[in-house]
């Protein structure tokens, strides 16, 4: 948010064909980051990772597409940016480890974090009518 690139973010996710199911504009807290990032919680980081997740607010969507977890990990690349390929958001605009972008690892997880930032109606289960263009018809 801080450097006015969350539109051109977005509309790589849109661009490559995922649906955008949830998407807001939040202010993350302690309690919410202490709980999202609980596998750091002992990592000499962590604070500092809490510091600049509260500095701003954040975009938090909910991509949905054929391996979507698979195809937006891919998308956003490795988490210190000078590592990340370019191409990936990460290796396009980052060059450290300050946290331009996160992506959930798995789908199990996937579930897991959408609950802990979307109420189940701020989620809606839509196709676009587009839907033909995106995939072959037998991966439908």
Not at 55 to 76: F, N, T
Not at 102 to 109: G, R
Request: charged share 25%; aromatic share 6%; proline share 4%.
């Amino acid at each position: 948010m801080g450097r006015g690139i969350a539109g051109e973010v977005i509309d790589r996710f849109i661009k490559k064909g995922l649906i955008i199911s949830g998407i807001k504009l939040m202010q993350l807290t302690d309690e919410l980051l202490d709980d999202h990032y609980a596998h750091l919680k002992d990592r000499p980081f962590f604070n500092r990772i809490k510091t600049s997740m509260k500095s701003l607010p954040v975009i938090v969507m909910c991509l949905k597409g054929i391996d979507a977890v698979q195809v937006v990990r891919a998308m956003v690349g490795a988490t210190n940016g000078r590592a990340a390929a370019p191409g990936t958001i990460r290796g396009d605009y980052s060059m450290g480890q300050e946290n331009i972008i996160h992506a959930s690892d798995t789908p199990e997880n996937a579930v897991i974090e959408l609950n802990r930032f979307f109420k189940p109606e701020e989620i809606i289960d839509y196709t676009p009518a587009a839907m033909h263009l995106l995939y072959a018809d037998d991966e439908l």
